[in-house]
């Protein structure tokens, strides 16, 4: 079945830039997500992309796809204290209207002074 | 943009009475709804899928006897954990997605439920 991996944790330095990856197993994805669960909270979503993309930016936050590899990476520009988070991957298989997302186990993103 | 509205988001309750979780579509509507639950510390993992006017699809290993969904309007979907134990103590989410828009799934803020 369709499966989601990420790092546990990652760790960075107030300004630098943080990147999270994540892969993933089923070559029918539609649509990857990035979401952001802030702690006893939902989940915000914080991008997507479109499997036939390749990049996508908005403002500090950066998306990579490589297809081929199944590979996703979030990156986050100029790292702030607000940003301490888990983020997780997600991705939908083919596009229907009962089409279910799929997460990874999260990334817990922690922010050194 | 689409909002769904997930109550009560806290619930204490004691063991072997049972529970129930509403999820709405504020400014949408929503054929499907998803209900995810989330251990501490641990990613969300779908429990069922809740289509409107018909059954839910649940997902293997999950009770559909103990975790009742019902989905009888286009933006009311409600789970109701029966006969709740402390082992049913969990975040539960649930997401829909919105009819326009090309990604189109909201997540509600979640309902921390507690039995003791």
């Known amino acids: 079945g369709e499966d989601v991996e990420q790092s546990l944790f990652l760790s960075v330095r107030e300004g630098d830039s943080s990147v999270i990856n994540c892969t993933y197993t089923d070559s029918s994805s539609t649509y990857l997500y990035w979401y952001k669960q802030e702690p006893g909270a939902g989940l915000q979503l914080l991008t997507y992309?479109?499997?036939?993309?390749d990049m996508k930016q908005d403002q500090r936050l950066t998306v990579l796809l490589n297809k081929k590899d199944k590979h996703l990476s979030l990156r986050i520009a100029d790292t702030q204290t607000g940003d301490s988070a888990i983020y997780f991957c997600a991705e939908r298989g083919q596009d229907s209207s009962a089409s279910k997302i799929i997460f990874g186990s999260g990334t817990r993103l922690s922010i050194r002074p | 943009g689409a909002v769904v509205s997930q109550h009560p988001s806290w619930v204490i309750c004691k063991s072997g009475t049972s529970v129930k979780i509403e999820c709405r579509s504020l400014d949408f509507q929503a054929t499907t709804m998803f209900w995810y639950r989330q251990f501490p510390k641990q990613s969300l993992m779908l429990m069922a899928t809740?289509?409107?006017?018909?059954?839910?699809?649940?997902e293997q290993g999950v009770e559909k006897d103990k975790f009742l969904i019902n989905h009888a309007s286009l933006t009311l979907s409600t789970l109701t954990v029966t006969s709740a134990h402390p082992e049913d103590s969990s975040f539960y989410i649930c997401?829909?997605?919105?009819?326009?828009?090309?990604?189109?799934?909201?997540f509600g803020s979640g309902t921390r439920l507690t039995v003791v």
């Open positions: 992309i479109f499997s036939n993309m």
């Open positions: 809740s289509n409107e006017g018909s059954k839910a699809t649940y």
């Open positions: 997401s829909a997605r919105a009819e326009t828009g090309a990604y189109g799934y909201t």
